[in-house]
């Protein structure tokens, strides 16, 4: 089983940046892709972005260039910088990895921007 913990959300106000971080334990042994996924309430959960374990990175249309996904292998985290906010960023963000197979999910951290 592999655990995951989300950091880094919270109240900030449209502009302004916060980063998320997402520590992987448990059985480690090959992680490969690792994601970071958003729901606002009444919504499905959607991709944010994506990041390949040879650091290949996918972004959704919405956050092209405010927001940079990065992985630290050794450290089994991945991280999500998100700049120049906006209240349509409002959402509980999910942290998501692969390892043989199989697909993992954090209990998410809410991010909230104010106008």
């Known amino acids: 089983q592999v655990q995951l913990v989300e950091s880094g959300g919270g109240l900030v106000q449209a502009g302004g940046s916060l980063r998320l971080s997402c520590t992987a334990s448990?059985?480690?042994?090959?992680?490969?892709?690792m994601a970071w996924y958003r729901q606002a309430p009444g919504n499905q959960r959607d991709l944010v972005a994506l990041?390949?374990?040879?650091?290949?990175?996918t972004y959704t249309d919405s956050v092209k260039g405010r927001f940079t996904i990065s992985r630290h292998n050794a450290n089994n985290t991945v991280y999500l910088q998100m700049n120049s906010l906006k209240p349509e960023d409002t959402s509980v963000y999910y942290c998501n990895v692969r390892q043989s197979g199989m697909r993992y999910w954090g209990k998410g951290t809410l991010v909230t921007v104010s106008s």
């Open positions: 990041i390949t374990s040879g650091g290949i990175t």
């Open positions: 448990g059985s480690i042994f090959s992680i490969g892709n």
